[in-house]
């Protein structure tokens, strides 16, 4: 496959490191290194890029796909590093960096979305981007894989800073985009407002295209249905999977890790199926109540600026015991590698619907594995997201909307083809729905490829 040169940017001032500001992120991190360990409720040494390559090889070896060729589909076709600098209101400029990593885009336009978090460096990116090729693969959605992100600290950000930094983004990277080229998306710590504010800066330069980025508000061309596709389509997942693990959706309790975008839709739609969340979490803290803790009612309470700790009627608890909360289904959806091997055999539930990105390490998995706890992986289950973004795109092509329960039936079809392709898949090689999930992600990869005479 023919590689393009990589137009790098220059990525700080000289002589200046970028501001990535995660005092407290490398405190937390430092005093587990010294313990040996992550603390319970810490994400796991191993980085997301380890994490996704071991699936890979697994893939690639089950495949019997060459050292030659494996290398064009793991590397990625190109990688843009862009300087941020805002000036903030405490009247400094701080430099941020911001990546765009288009993976592999053999199945059609590069598509991923961008995260703002403190945390963010190119292999995370890397590794995201990576598994955008595998899970539109997945999903049969016409796209490739691709992802950005800012290390900015969005958390502490006003939001004329995020404006800032939203704008600055794509007019650095704005040339490597395209509506059909590559497409992007929100992700942690980036929503519709967000995606409104790169859709007016790509139109500045390129004229108006909405179709450069999905999930914009509704007033502003985004599809019915996308803001709650990813949780949606957890729930989807779940919902298959649920008659042949003995659960009935309207009987089961469950727990979130993360309510954010992914996590509260997931949350509020299998509330909608009868089910009872009796844990919950958000980066300021951690609560269980055994009765029940109300979706809606959390929602709410936190947009009106409220900590999940002080909703009425619920018990606090220490984040990291969050997964020792008995439960039919834990549904991960914050970071990555917050289920690892020192804190996996502490589960106590039935199913793990990963809405996260590689939220689990390969040592995690084989311990849930162990324990009997079914894993549906986040390479099939948090592709809703992608599915109703892909929706979205048509839609723009087409200046045309559909009403959202048009949306949520065919985000049902395509996510319950994906469970069935990949569970049959599984069953076929007696391996694990990971394993399965990669496999059917990388042979379509390797055969679109092919067929275009790429290897
Ligand atoms: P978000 O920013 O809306 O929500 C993230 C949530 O995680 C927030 O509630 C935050 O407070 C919480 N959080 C952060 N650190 C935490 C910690 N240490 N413990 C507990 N909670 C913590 O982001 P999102 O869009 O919901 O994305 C969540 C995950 O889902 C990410 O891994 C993302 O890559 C993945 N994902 C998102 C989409 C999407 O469409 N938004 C699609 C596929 C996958």
Redesign the pocket.
């Known amino acids: 496959m023919g590689r393009t040169e990589t137009p790098t940017d220059t990525a700080v001032t000289p002589g200046e490191a970028p501001d990535k500001s995660p005092t407290t992120v490398d405190a937390a991190k430092e005093e587990a290194r010294a313990a040996g360990q992550p603390k319970p409720?810490q994400?796991a040494e191993i980085s997301n890029l380890e994490i996704v390559r071991h699936y890979f090889e697994r893939a690639a070896d089950r495949l019997a796909v060459p050292d030659d060729v494996r290398v064009v589909f793991w590397s990625p076709y190109r990688e843009v590093t862009v300087q941020i600098p805002v000036k903030r209101t405490d009247g400094k400029v701080h430099v941020y960096s911001g990546y765009r990593i288009q993976h592999n885009g053999a199945r059609g336009p590069y598509k991923g979305?961008i995260?703002f978090h403190p945390e963010v460096d190119i292999d995370e990116v890397r590794a995201?981007a990576s598994l955008m090729t595998w899970k539109t693969a997945i999903a049969g959605v016409p796209y490739g894989g691709a992802k950005g992100g800012v290390n900015c600290p969005a958390d502490e950000l006003e939001r004329g800073e995020l404006e800032q930094i939203a704008r600055s983004f794509m007019s650095k990277v704005d040339k490597v985009l395209g509506p059909t080229r590559d497409i992007a998306?929100?992700?942690?710590?980036t929503?519709a407002q967000v995606m409104a504010w790169m859709m007016d800066e790509y139109g500045k330069l390129h004229g108006h295209t909405p179709a450069i980025v999905t999930?914009k508000p509704i007033a502003l061309e985004g599809s019915y249905g996308r803001e709650a596709?990813?949780g949606r389509g957890c729930v989807y997942m779940f919902r298959e999977a649920a008659p042949h693990l003995g659960l009935s959706p309207a009987e089961t309790s469950f727990s979130i890790?993360?309510?954010?975008?992914?996590?509260s839709w997931a949350a509020r739609i299998m509330q909608q199926l009868g089910a009872r969340m009796v844990a919950v979490?958000?980066?300021?803290g951690?609560i269980r109540s055994d009765a029940g803790i109300d979706a809606h009612a959390l929602h709410d309470h936190l947009a009106a600026g409220g900590r999940i700790t002080e909703l009425p009627d619920v018990e606090p608890i220490d984040?990291g015991t969050l997964i020792e909360v008995p439960c039919d289904v834990f549904i991960p959806?914050?970071?990555?590698g917050?289920i690892h091997e020192h804190n996996a055999d502490r589960m106590r539930c039935k199913v793990v619907v990963e809405?996260?990105?590689s939220?689990t390490t390969p040592a995690a998995d084989e311990i849930l594995r162990d324990q009997g706890i079914y894993v549906i992986p986040?390479v099939m289950a948090?592709a809703g997201?992608?599915v109703v973004s892909y929706f979205e795109w048509v839609q723009n092509l087409q200046h045309f909307r559909w009403d959202e329960r048009e949306v949520n039936d065919k985000l049902g079809n395509v996510m319950r083809r994906a469970y069935r392709e990949v569970s049959a898949r599984a069953r076929e090689e007696g391996i694990g729905l990971r394993d399965a999930a990669f496999l059917v992600g990388l042979e379509r990869v390797v055969e679109a490829a092919r067929t275009r005479g790429y290897v």
């Open positions: 409720g994400r979305g995260r995201l998306a929100p992700d942690v710590n929503n999930g596709a990813t890790q993360g309510f954010g975008n992914v996590g979490s958000d980066a300021n951690a984040p959806a914050a970071l990555g917050m809405g996260a990105n939220p986040d948090n997201g992608v």
